[in-house]
Each structure stands twice: as C-alpha cells, then as structure tokens.
C-alpha cells in the first residue's frame, strides 16, 4: 500500500521534501482523485544536486522545469498519478490556496505564503495527485508567525516595496538597479531572508541570486 512516507523517501532521493498534503474530494479541480502531494526544494542539498542534472547542463532553456517535470513526471506516472506544476496554463493550477489546504503553510504578515519548514523561502516545484486517498499527519496547529515576536520581515525590505500594506514591485525592480540592490540580488530577497524559518532552512545564496535574476534580469 501507498503511503506518505515512502513517497517522501522516493522524492527524498531527488532533494525534493513533502510541503504538505490534501485530500481532494467531488468538486474540487482534481474531480476523482484522491490525495494532492505538493512538493518543494529538500534542504541541505537540493542546489548542487540539481545543478548536477543533464537539464542543467545542456544549455536549453527552463532548465529547473524541464528538471522537476522530468522528475515528478516519473513519480507520478509510477504511483498511477498525475503531476500538476505551477507552469501549467493558463489557466494555472491554484497552488496557493492548495498550499494554505495543507495546513503546513499561511498567509504571513508581508501577504507571501510562509511555510512550517521553509518559512518566506517556500517555492513548490510541482504536486502529484493521485486516487488513494492516504492517510495524513496531523500538521502544526498555527504558522510559525504566531511565535514570532519580532516578525521581522515586517521591515526588513530595505526599499520598503514589500511591507504589510502593499507590494509595490516598480520600486523593487527601481531598488534592484542600485548598487544597494546587490545585496538582494546576489543573496536573496531581505525580507525573505528576514525570516527565522527561513534563516534555518538553508537554502543556498546561490539559488536565491538565480531566481533573483529571473525576477530582475
């Protein structure tokens, strides 16, 4: 029989983690399938290991996509599932409110997803959904905001373009272009790193500064 924790063992090998789980039911985007996994980057490890990859390697574009399709695309096809990645549409498929149905991530101060184990840094790389309908953990019973006194990813944008009140993504991209914007482009978003959970995460610099340049070419 199928269970959560052999599934995170297979994509544990891949430095990839189980950000959480759900059970879908009639009605839902996922009309007949059981149970929707999501997953993310395992840390330590999951930089160089991907990085290491023939996606990486070949020169083509998308070379994370093409990775995580590749990878999850296999899985699911072995548990007799489906994989589902953000990159998929229009229209694309509700990863956020999914996220939030695990009860391993929530809504933070700044409005970003933070997650139980990744904190501000909690990026999905693709889910899978498949007909079991599994038997789930029970999660954490509050975001980890909650016990975080100092919240300090409430002031840590240093252009002040991502705050509780509004994201104003004209004067990151205008901070960016600033030799005081380097910091956030070769280590990672400040209010991102801001964030207890995410300080122990660890995640490397070196995958912040990629997607970094991404969002900023």
Same mark, same amino acid.
């Given at each position: 029989?199928?269970?959560?924790?052999?599934?995170?063992?297979?994509?544990?090998?891949?430095?990839?983690?189980?950000?959480?789980?759900?059970?879908?039911?009639?009605?839902?985007?996922?009309?007949?399938?059981?149970?929707?996994?999501?997953?993310?980057?395992?840390?330590?490890?999951?930089?160089?290991?991907?990085?290491?990859?023939?996606?990486?390697?070949?020169?083509?574009?998308?070379?994370?996509?093409?990775?995580?399709?590749?990878?999850?695309?296999?899985?699911?096809?072995?548990?007799?599932?489906?994989?589902?990645?953000?990159?998929?549409?229009?229209?694309?498929?509700?990863?956020?409110?999914?996220?939030?149905?695990?009860?391993?991530?929530?809504?933070?101060?700044?409005?970003?997803?933070?997650?139980?184990?990744?904190?501000?840094?909690?990026?999905?790389?693709?889910?899978?959904?498949?007909?079991?309908?599994?038997?789930?953990?029970?999660?954490?019973?509050?975001?980890?905001?909650?016990?975080?006194?100092?919240?300090?990813?409430? /002031? +840590? =944008?240093? %252009?002040?373009?991502? $705050?509780? &009140?509004?994201? #104003?993504? /004209? +004067? =990151?991209? %205008?901070?960016?272009? $600033?030799? &005081?914007?380097? #910091?956030?482009?070769?280590?990672?978003?400040?209010?991102?790193?801001?964030?207890?959970?995410?300080?122990?995460?660890?995640?490397?610099?070196?995958?912040?500064?990629?997607?970094?340049?991404?969002?900023?070419?």
């Amino acid at each position: 029989m199928t269970t959560l924790a052999a599934i995170a063992e297979r994509a544990a090998a891949e430095r990839l983690a189980v950000f959480g789980a759900l059970h879908q039911g009639a009605g839902d985007e996922l009309d007949g399938a059981g149970t929707l996994i999501l997953f993310g980057p395992g840390e330590p490890g999951f930089w160089p290991h991907l990085t290491s990859q023939p996606e990486w390697r070949d020169g083509a574009p998308d070379p994370i996509d093409r990775w995580s399709k590749r990878v999850l695309g296999g899985m699911a096809r072995d548990l007799g599932g489906r994989a589902i990645f953000p990159s998929d549409g229009p229209p694309y498929p509700p990863f956020f409110r999914w996220a939030l149905g695990t009860g391993r991530a929530w809504p933070s101060p700044v409005q970003l997803l933070v997650h139980d184990t990744a904190g501000l840094m909690v990026s999905y790389r693709g889910a899978i959904a498949i007909p079991e309908r599994l038997t789930l953990p029970d999660g954490p019973t509050a975001a980890p905001c909650k016990d975080c006194a100092a919240q300090p990813c409430r /002031t +840590a =944008c240093p %252009a002040a373009a991502l $705050t509780p &009140a509004r994201y #104003d993504v /004209t +004067a =990151c991209h %205008a901070f960016l272009d $600033t030799g &005081a914007g380097q #910091d956030c482009l070769s280590r990672g978003c400040s209010v991102r790193r801001a964030c207890p959970v995410s300080d122990a995460y660890g995640r490397l610099a070196e995958q912040s500064a990629y997607h970094m340049r991404r969002f900023h070419p």
